[in-house]
Antibody, heavy 119, light 108 residues
Framework: QAQLVQSGAEVKKPGASVKVSCKASGYTFVGYYVHWVRQAPGQGLEWMGCIKSNSGGTDYRQKFQGRVTMTTDTSVGTVYMELSSLRSDDTAVYFC????????????WGQGTMVTVAS | EIVLTQSPGTLSLSPGERATLSCRASQSLSSNYLAWFHQKPGQAPRLLIYTASSRVTGIPDRFSGSGSGTDFTLTISRLEPEDFGVFYCQQYGSSPPTFGGGTKVEIK
């Protein structure tokens, strides 16, 4: 069964960085786009950006430009999302999701990674 | 960016009833690239419908999507207990992809 497996929950202090991983299980997402979407507690869904898993080409939402970095390690079939200069309002569940091409519905999602930013 | 407005915010219905959810876009969506998701607490969203009206394999036929341009609808013909939760629409034809604020379907 195709699924995405994300790294575990993180607790960070304001100003720190967090790096979340996303790995395909049951399929290979080489050539796919991997998107990152976050959801603050009790809130809706917000797209942060995406990376093409083989080329490493990225497209970041303007809001996160300068703070987010998405990378890919094809040797282990894993994509990473790093968010820096964390603030309390970055507290959210972070999801990865894949699409075969850029304009496609997000059909496979990871289980989510809770990131808590607190002093 | 394209803003999606979902209504109503909350729908209180009983199992077996029909649910009609609306999603309105601030501008016409290219190729009707509009998806619907269902999310239960503590879970990732699950894709139900893509390109406005195409049902994902394995999704029951009580779920149907319709609409074009700026106005879209998700209809659940007869609610089952497992259908309760939050439904989101998303447009993915224009960057950045954006989501509506969600419609919560709760048990009456």
């Amino acid at each position: 069964q195709a699924q995405l497996v994300q790294s575990g929950a993180e607790v960070k202090k304001p100003g720190a960085s967090v790096k979340v991983s996303c790995k395909a299980s049951g399929y290979t997402f080489v050539g796919y786009y991997v998107h990152w979407v976050r959801q603050a507690p009790g809130q809706g869904l917000e797209w942060m950006g995406c990376i093409k898993s083989n080329s490493g080409g990225t497209d970041y939402r303007q809001k996160f430009q300068g703070r987010v970095t998405m990378t890919t390690d094809t040797s282990v079939g894993t994509v990473y999302m790093e968010l820096s200069s964390l603030r309390s309002d970055d507290t959210a569940v972070y999801f990865c999701a894949t699409t075969e091409w850029l304009s496609a519905a997000f059909d496979i999602w990871g289980q989510g990674t809770m990131v808590t930013v607190a002093s | 960016e394209i803003v999606l407005t979902q209504s109503p915010g909350t729908l209180s219905l009983s199992p077996g009833e029909r649910a009609t959810l609306s999603c309105r876009a601030s501008q016409s969506l290219s190729s009707n690239y509009l998806a619907w998701f269902h999310q239960k607490p503590g879970q990732a969203p699950r894709l139900l419908i893509y390109t406005a009206s195409s049902r994902v394999t394995g999704i029951p036929d009580r779920f149907s999507g319709s609409g074009s341009g700026t106005d879209f609808t998700l209809t659940i013909s007869r609610l089952e207990p497992e259908d309760f939760g939050v439904f989101y629409c998303q447009q993915y034809g224009s960057s950045p992809p954006t989501f509506g604020g969600g419609t919560k379907v709760e048990i009456k």
